[in-house]
């Protein structure tokens, strides 16, 4: 009896390990996931998309007359100065000499190019006293700030005396403009019936190949650009010669933008230049955006509208040294941003219906709960309603996960 009775309990025993191995493979596991966290932190939205540099006013130096170019020596980055350095010499053909009634042409052509340059002169006096006033209120602003002045009027001052700066330069490119008209106006006049026809001249008279030349003058102050015709050959009125710009202050970045991005863009926002080739992320602003957009085919041929952005530049030249006309830049232009946001990591948002929602976790669990979306840009959100800072979220979360299911973290070795 005793033996049978050791018989049974072992059976009951076995039976009962089969049993609790069975409930334990068959007991529902919690599904492993990534975890995130709610927290307050700085948040950027920004449109991003591929630039180049570009120098504002270039200047294409081309023959005034007919005639044969001298060889230019002048080399791509040469400084030059607007008015004095000769950057080029035009010996000028024999059918270049003026008749009578071209000579007046000319001659009218030099009275109003004398009378432009009078014009400009006058607008550079006119954009000084409009400097020196914008600097004089943008001090007395400064001054008063902590007493009577708000910073929105400050920044204001601030921001007329740059315009104010920026007219003084281009009233200054203006007379240069003017006078390399001028100078035009005037090569026109010389008559060169006098001069040895062209062709082969004589032995040891190349130096006066120099002296009937006309010296072709730098109209502004930079540097040149590009060299486009180096070799001595003859050329036609208006072939353009080299090209010339001031690198260092009149660079700006244009961005062409798809035109749904453009309409979120306004002048004055902020804009991080990053990939440039130095250290950091350089920083600029939007001057403007311009009101014609353009059609052009992408990379994989598709048809896209693309309005031209312009950026300037508000870091010291010398922080971005190095950076010429045409160089490739990334803009990233700040359309949105936020010092203390509540973020959560765009990975842990999902469609619930018509609404944003989460799954916080809590106690191991996963619970459904919806949220009002502020703004994405693709990495992390900034939240209105429904969450707070330090709670833990389900990152990934897939079709397996429901509203109170068992969750339990993933390691990272896993």
Known sequence: MAKKNSRNQMLIGAGAIVLVGLVYAFWPQPIMVDI????????????????????????????PIAGRLMRVDVEPGD????????????????????????????????????????????????SLADQELAQSQ?????????????QERVDQARREV?????????????????????????AELISFSELPPLGRMPEGDIEGDFLNAIPLMAPISGQILRVIQRSELTLQTGVPILEIGNVSNDLEIVSELLSTDAVQVKPGQRVLIDN?????????????????????????????????????????????EGLGHGFRVEARIVIWEDDNALTVPSAALFRDGDDWAVFVVDSNRAKLR???????????????????????????????????SRIAQRKISE
Not at 36 to 63: F, N
Not at 102 to 109: G, K, Y
């Open 36 to 63: 995130g966290t709610a927290e307050t932190a700085t948040m950027v939205v920004t449109i991003d998309e591929e630039a180049k540099t570009r120098v504002h006013d270039a200047y294409v130096v081309s023959a």
């Open 138 to 150: 943008f001090e007395r602003y400064q001054e008063l700030a902590p007493l009577a002045a708000t």
């Open 276 to 320: 440039w080739g130095g250290e950091g992320a350089l920083e600029g602003i939007v001057e403007r955006v311009e009101p014609w957009g353009f059609t052009k085919f992408s990379a994989l041929g598709v048809e896209e509208q693309r309005v031209n952005t312009v950026i300037q530049f508000t870091d010291p030249i010398d922080v971005r």
């Open 370 to 404: 919806t949220v009002e979306v502020i703004r994405n840009n693709g990495v992390q959100a900034s939240i209105g309603n429904g969450l707070s800072a330090g709670e833990a979220l389900v990152l990934y979360p897939g079709p397996t996960i429901e509203n109170g």
């Open 79 to 126: 400084n030059v100065i607007g008015g004095e350095t000769i950057i080029a010499n035009l010996l000028p053909t024999p059918s270049s000499s003026l008749d009578a009634r071209s000579r007046e042409q000319a001659e009218a052509s030099v009275d109003a190019a004398q009378a432009m340059l009078r014009l400009a002169r006058s607008e550079l006096n006119a």
């Open 162 to 186: 740059r315009a104010a700066n920026a007219a003084v330069e281009t009233a200054r490119s203006a007379i240069s403009m003017r006078e390399a008209e001028l100078a035009r106006a005037r």
